[in-house]
């Protein structure tokens, strides 16, 4: 039995290439996990997990008012919840006050309105200079409704 030469050629080059993938699917991750810019992204990444964030448990939360209400007068309250003794700022269009959460987190003041609808923005910050935002719309009417 006489074997051509094209098909031992065709062995050895399979041969070759299954043990070149074979090399690559067992060596090759190892390789990369030390090569210098997977380095780089993991010290990025484990900087990035030293930067704090605000957790569900220090969210902000608007209680009062709620959106789309409809007022009468033209001071009304803002109250939520926060985390404890952080500082917060609350903006209206003719009204702006910083305050300080209690050592609850509860926090509340009294802002002005001017006629027809009012964007109300609730600004905290904690000591890291992170900060959370929550907005509702508002409307004050003179009318009787």
Same mark, same amino acid.
């Given at each position: 039995?006489?074997?051509?030469k094209? @098909?031992? &050629?065709?062995?050895?080059?399979? @041969? @070759? ?14 390789? &990369? ?6 380095q780089? *992204? ?5 900087? *990035? ?21 409809i007022?009468?007068?033209? *001071? ?8 404890a003794?952080?500082? &917060? ?20 003041? *009294?802002?002005s309105?001017?006629?027809?609808d ?28």
């Open positions: 039995m006489k074997i051509e094209d @098909v031992i &050629l065709a062995i050895i080059v399979g @041969v @070759v290439i299954g043990g070149l993938t074979a090399f690559m699917t067992l060596f090759l991750p190892k390789f &990369l996990s030390k090569s210098p810019s997977s780089i *992204e993991t010290e990025t990444a484990n900087e *990035e997990e030293l930067i704090p964030t605000l957790s569900a448990e220090s969210s902000l939360t608007l209680e009062n008012p709620q959106n789309e209400s007022f009468s007068e033209d *001071e009304i309250t803002v109250s939520g919840k926060t985390r003794s952080a500082l &917060l700022v609350v903006i209206s269009p003719v009204d702006e006050q910083a305050i300080e959460a209690d050592d609850k987190g509860n926090f509340e003041t *009294e802002i309105l001017e006629e027809g009012n964007e109300i923005t609730v600004t905290v910050y904690n000591d890291d200079k992170q900060e959370e935002t929550k907005s509702v719309t508002v409307y004050y009417s003179e009318e009787e409704i």
